[in-house]
């Protein structure tokens, strides 16, 4: 070879070289690991969100993307054993969707970033060290840093129906920081001069008996806790309430719009969608311990017009006013 050929040939090799490694590096498909507590039908508005936020960020399913989804079906003792199936696969992120995931996922692994897409008061519930640097391995958005967020649920029922006396609170137990909503609540309806009732519920099937023991015990209004079991069963829940009479408020837009009074909280869709921005830093090289929660800037409150006229009710125009969206 002659000295035009063989540096010809050593020019193209070094120019190929870079090429190929930024071909090699474009080909690289991240691994998505995203467990839900409820079914595909249920979540789907959920996954589509942190999908679209993904792709808007260059991230698509099936080119350079792939998402291994698991779903505990409303059956929460399934996370332990999906969380462990996720990590056994070693996806390069975690995605969460409840404080019950984020523990199943906690205990699963300590080296996976994990991205909390909802939380609620995380620091409370142990999950992270602090809002501004997480520590650790987990990082993502908080529904609400604070469970007092639960008591203006309560005070704006009680300005949509004034006669409400006796509130009873409709919650799960289980997860991770839920005792402490629940001391929320039941302090804030002590400052309004409101009775308040306790009611559990750990599984889908407790919900016809949750609410004849709100009737029994005579509770004219409900707060529904943001949880799992309630969202993934939103529909039965709003259904319950209307024929047992009572107006409720829930933390979450889906139960209005499935046909419940009212709601006050954060989109969680929108929440997922955010998550995706997390995703894609970790993916980047980012430590999750390093990356803020990134907390609610807008909290929404939805009144369902519909639902209160079948109760009989005439929410103040005062109210309606503040309204985000009013369904009619």
Known sequence: MDRRAFIGTLTGGLLAAPLAAGAQQAAKIYRIGLILTGTPTETGHLIKALSDGLRELGYVEGRNVV?????????????????????????????????????????????????????????????????????????????????????????????????????????????????????????????????????????????????????????????????????????????LAARSRLPAVYGLREFTEAGGLMSYGPNIADQFRRAATYVDKILKGAKPGDLPIEQPTKFELIINLKTAKALGLTIPPSLLQRADQVIE
């Not at 997480?134 to 639960?150: K, Q, S, V």
């Not at 704006?156 to 929320?184: C, F, H, I, M, Q």
């Open 67 to 239: 998402f291994e989804k698991r779903f505990a079906e409303g059956r929460q003792e399934r996370l332990p054993p999906l969380a462990a199936e996720l990590v056994q696969l070693r996806v390069d992120v975690l995605v969460t969707g409840s404080n019950q995931v984020i523990a199943a996922v906690k205990r699963a692994t300590a080296t996976i970033p994990v991205v909390m897409a909802v939380s609620r008061d995380p620091v409370g519930a142990k999950f992270i060290a602090s809002l501004a640097r997480p520590g650790a391995n987990i990082t993502g958005l908080a529904n609400d840093t604070a469970p007092e967020i639960i008591g203006k649920n309560l005070a704006l029922l009680k300005e949509a129906v004034p006669r409400v006396a006796r509130v009873a609170y409709l919650w799960n137990p289980v997860p991770p920081g839920a005792d402490t909503s629940k001391n929320v609540v039941e302090s804030a309806a002590r400052n309004l001069g409101v009775g308040f009732q306790s009611v559990e519920v750990r599984a889908r099937n407790e919900f016809e008996s949750a609410f004849a023991a709100m009737v029994r015990e005579r509770a004219n209004g409900v707060v529904v806790a943001q949880d799992p079991v309630t969202l993934g069963s939103r529909g039965q829940v709003v259904q």
